[in-house]
């Protein structure tokens, strides 16, 4: 047994701050700190009666540049804007909200703003939820072959919330917009009758909100497995509570958890999202990421691209070397998927491919392991490689990353050149009269 979580962290953090949540109750007090006046911060509150916001005192007090708010990137990615939902919406729930109308009378009107947002894309709610037994498995999600997904119940909330989260329809309090697993009994029946599974990726929510106790009782169980080669967990909390890897009371026990993944003869895979190279800064981050590596476990980052927020090659160059640098390995830049206030924070997807084209050929190949731009959609990983002229056309030229049919994984094929296009949905097929994956459904992107 090694003893290097009992020594304290030996830079920065000499403090162990204390974690404090901010919600819709402090908004008004927040949205005042960035300089709103009454009437702008009035219209982010019904912004915040439709889409979540959580935050915490880390975010508020060593993320956010309140000088520069409210065009800061780390405000707009947890704070809501006004334009993120129709404006007809807004107006009429700012008027509710003026009016001091019933909450019963807000709630209603925030729901049936809710229900046009795509609140579950790519069927996340229904289409990949196994059944075993007869039996559905809610809180587990088999999509591809090797790797099922599971949501702890305990898991389904983050640190702080992101604007753009496309898990946002879990956080608003609705039951039938959840996904949520009660215990881990039922995923270890299914991994042993499914013996191709040889992964597991804890996702939520997040994960990593769950005391280190809590998260073994989910974890332990799996290790006797043999199948399994990798357990992953995807996560912001390095990103927004780094304190949980450091001095929370049960940092040291995480580690060991780690640890004993590792030990186990198994890849732990710490899937860690970061949006903006701020987030790398604190020292609290650069001790957090070194403590978890001590532990034998792989940090892997991604991120989606986002409009307003990252949406800048440098930016994404200086993150991708940052984490190379921290020994931290990209994975992914996702395109924002359609759900919530897409329309806001949409980059077209030529746009998108050039961001990552630019970005990917400064850095050198320990971080050319980042894939992108990658759409999760319903058929599956769709990566827009670039813009080609084939035969006098402009087209794009596309692959799958991932598939539920892994026989068109990497199989290139490709779409009309459209400069608006943001989504699967929006492209039409080229030198074809469909794509490889609509063999499986019936239509573009829908099932
Ligand atoms: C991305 C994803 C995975 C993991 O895919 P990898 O390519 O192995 O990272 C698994 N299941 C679902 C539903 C996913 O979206």
New binding site residues.
Partial sequence: MTLIYDAAPSAAPTLSPKFRVFTTRHLDELLARAGLTPDQRLTARAVATVLPFRTNNYVVDELIDWHAAPDDPIYRLIFPQEDMLPSEDVAHLADLLRRQAPTGEVAAAATAVRRRLNPHPAGQLQL?VPTFAGDELPGV?H??DE?A?FFPRQGQTCHAYCTYCFRWAQFVGEPDLKMAAEDVGRLKEYLLAHPGITGV?FTGGDPMIMRASVLSRHIEPLLDLEQLESIRIGTKSLAYWPYKFLTDPDADDMLRLFEKVVRSGRNLAFMAHFTHPRELASPAVGEAVRRIRDTGAIIRTQAPLIRSINDDAVLWESMWRQQTRMGMIPYYMFVERDTGPQDYFAVPLARAQQIFRDAYRNVSGLARTVRGPSM?ATPG?VCVDGVVELSGEKVFALHL??CRDSSLVNQPFFAKYDPEAIWLDDLEPAFADRFPFEDLTSANGSP
């Fill in positions: 990949n999600q999509k591809y790797t997904l990726l999760s990983k990353i991932q």
